[in-house]
């Protein structure tokens, strides 16, 4: 955003949003189940796997929809299949949003710090924001991030930099003086379309190959990401 580069111009709150999938938590496991849950629904079994396809679960119920069904038939894809059961995956996950679900080592702890050194916290992700709402009411954190935006809350989602916008002023913070935290490259996409920094997870589904979207840092564990915050946005 331009503002971030006017002279003289007196900075607002310092401010960090962070996706939520892949970012603070590890949600692949109960994606996937939502997902063969489908297919089990339909005779096929479990086609999806919890370890092999953790990256396409980041990637939206839609992508491992049609990841499942491209590995029947010789691997054609039907879209009018995954439009039937992409609601029926929504209600499974539902069902058990929290089963599998971790949050990373130490990220409430991050958010804490956060919280203490003055800065505004949000969570914007592409995930439906009742979905978002209920996992982090599950978790017992939803209290900690003063803003939620979600895939729904506006009429866009990331890559476009208005669930950015709206996170950071939810949060009380300046999106000129603020900065995203991700794992994929959505979240690279949308701190560049907001002008803003992003911070990629090395921890999260694709691992420390993350770094060919080359963000304004990497972050090994949560434990750095003080230091980080402060030399990106102070």
């Known amino acids: 955003m331009s503002d971030t580069a006017t002279p003289g111009r007196r900075a607002g709150r310092r401010t960090v949003i962070f996706d939520?999938?892949?970012?603070?938590?590890?949600?692949?496991?109960?994606?996937?189940?939502?997902?063969?849950?489908?297919?089990?629904?339909?005779?096929?079994?479990?086609?999806?796997?919890?370890?092999?396809?953790?990256?396409?679960?980041?990637?939206?119920?839609r992508a491992m929809l049609r990841l499942g069904f491209s590995r029947l038939n010789g691997g054609d894809v039907e879209e009018a299949a995954i439009d039937r059961e992409f609601p029926n995956l929504l209600e499974a996950y539902e069902a058990n949003i929290d089963r599998h679900t971790q949050l990373y080592p130490g990220a409430m702890e991050a958010v804490g710090?956060?919280?203490?050194?003055?800065?505004?916290?949000?969570?914007?992700?592409?995930?439906?924001?009742?979905?978002?709402?209920?996992?982090?009411?599950r978790?017992?954190?939803?209290?900690?991030?003063?803003?939620?935006?979600?895939?729904?809350?506006?009429p866009t989602r990331k890559p476009d930099p208005a669930p950015f916008v709206a996170a950071a002023h939810g949060a009380g913070g300046d999106p000129a003086h603020a900065l995203l935290v991700g794992d994929t490259e959505t979240d690279r996409l949308t701190a560049r379309a907001a002008g803003v920094p992003c911070i990629l997870v090395g921890f999260g589904p694709e691992g420390p190959g993350v770094s060919r979207l080359a963000p304004e840092a990497m972050l090994?564990?949560?434990?750095?990401?003080?230091?980080?915050?402060?030399?990106?946005?102070?």
């Open 139 to 154: 978790m017992g954190i939803l209290d900690r991030f003063t803003s939620l935006i979600g895939a729904d809350t506006l």
């Open 113 to 137: 710090r956060l919280h203490a050194g003055g800065y505004a916290v949000g969570i914007c992700t592409n995930k439906p924001e009742g979905l978002a709402r209920l996992l982090l009411t």
């Open 20 to 61: 939520l999938d892949g970012t603070l938590a590890d949600t692949s496991g109960d994606l996937i189940a939502a997902a063969n849950a489908c297919f089990v629904a339909l005779g096929h079994g479990d086609l999806l796997d919890p370890a092999n396809d953790q990256l396409t679960a980041f990637h939206g119920g």
């Open 220 to 234: 090994d564990h949560f434990d750095d990401l003080d230091r980080v915050v402060a030399d990106l946005i102070g």
